[in-house]
């Protein structure tokens, strides 16, 4: 398996059920910074890399860590070389996690920005800042155009692609490959700052580019699915506006009901149950719907009610799910 974006959220949950839930030997790819000097002690994600090697290996599974640039060419023929060389064996599987705030055009150089922004209207709403614990209202103005073009050039499914179109050329690619690209939608509640946001326009560029890679992988008998995922606590979804608040009401009733789910919860679900599983669950655009449990009509009506009670002065208290939203904040 082949994890782009495999250092931590969404990325690193799939890397873990992969090689702990199905014994795969996983090839990860991410952007990291190493420590540097005592006070500069690099990034999460680098010593995510590296434990999970540990754990693996201790289990006798394959991990090869590439610390690189995933939008570049180097960094794609590195892993092809590294797969033809000594994978001993073809991908069954290309995961696409890659979430980022800066892209540099393989070809042009050129550095493009991605913004979490609205379109065509201003939206205002409660929102927690998790480094000072503070509850506020929070205003987001709307995207321009440029905004919105170099969200979807970084976030979209053009990268994707290219990946794809590389490891295909390659010949590293198994019979019967599976592709897949995490999705949100969300509700009418977080519709306005997502689903019709930058981030949603991006989102929904990478359903175009799975169609390509659908003709793509034809004659290999492949397949690209867009995962609508739920919504879970992330490095990349603390830091949408109003995401944290959203995310305390509902986790605290999903928990109440017994349908809660960490991100690893949500990704062993994901590959055992849906798309290798019989339980899968498809929209009438093909994608996978695991989100169809948040998104029952009678979580999210009781979510927008406890939303509405949420203060500054309740928001970390037990009204809300704000413990379980801070623990897997934390891990």
């Known amino acids: 398996m082949l994890i782009i974006g495999s250092s931590s959220s969404y990325g690193l949950a799939t890397r ?41 290996e201790a289990e006798g599974l394959v ?20 797969i033809k060389d000594e994978f001993d064996g073809k991908l069954n599987l290309v995961v696409y996690s890659l979430a980022s705030s800066v892209r540099v055009d393989p070809d042009s150089g050129e550095r493009f920005n ?6 065509d209207q201003t939206v205002v709403g409660p929102n927690v800042d998790i480094q000072k614990q503070d509850f506020y209202e929070h205003v987001l103005e709307p995207a321009t155009e440029e905004e919105i073009a170099d969200t979807v050039k970084v976030m979209g499914g053009e990268d994707w692609q290219l990946w794809m179109e590389a490891l295909k050329e390659a010949d590293v690619l198994a019979d019967g490959v599976q592709t897949v690209n995490y999705s949100y939608l969300g509700s009418d509640i977080n519709k306005p700052y997502y689903g ?17 890679i659908n003709d793509l992988l034809a004659d290999i008998n492949g397949k ?5 995922a739920t919504a879970v606590t992330t490095k990349a979804s603390s830091v949408i506006p109003f995401f944290p608040v959203y995310c305390m009401g509902l986790y605290r009733v999903m928990t ?47 979510t927008e009610a406890l939303i509405e009670k949420i203060n500054g002065d309740n928001f970390n208290s037990d009204l809300t799910g704000y413990d379980v939203f801070m623990k897997e904040y934390k891990t």
């Not at 991605?114 to 379109?119: M, Y």
């Not at 690209?224 to 609508?228: E, F, G, K, P, R």
């Not at 149950?273 to 989100?291: A, F, H, I, Q």
């Open 16 to 56: 873990i059920t992969l090689a702990f839930g199905a014994g795969a030997d996983t090839i990860g790819v991410s952007f990291e910074k190493g420590p540097k000097s005592e006070k500069n002690l690099g990034t999460a994600g680098w010593y995510n890399n590296i434990y999970f090697k540990q754990a693996a």
């Open 63 to 82: 991990a090869k860590n590439f610390v690189q640039d995933a939008f570049s060419h180097e960094t794609k023929q590195d892993v092809i070389q590294y």
């Open 114 to 119: 991605s913004v979490i922004k609205s379109i």
């Open 196 to 212: 019709d946001g930058t981030l949603g326009r991006a989102k929904a560029d990478c359903e175009v580019k799975a169609d390509n």
């Open 224 to 228: 690209a699915t867009i995962v609508v």
């Open 256 to 302: 109440d009901n017994g349908t809660h789910e960490t991100p690893i919860m949500h990704q062993d679900r994901i590959y055992r149950d849906m798309l290798y599983g019989n339980n899968s669950e498809y929209d009438e655009k093909g994608r996978l719907r695991p989100d169809s449990w948040e998104l029952n009509p009678e979580v999210q009506a009781a």
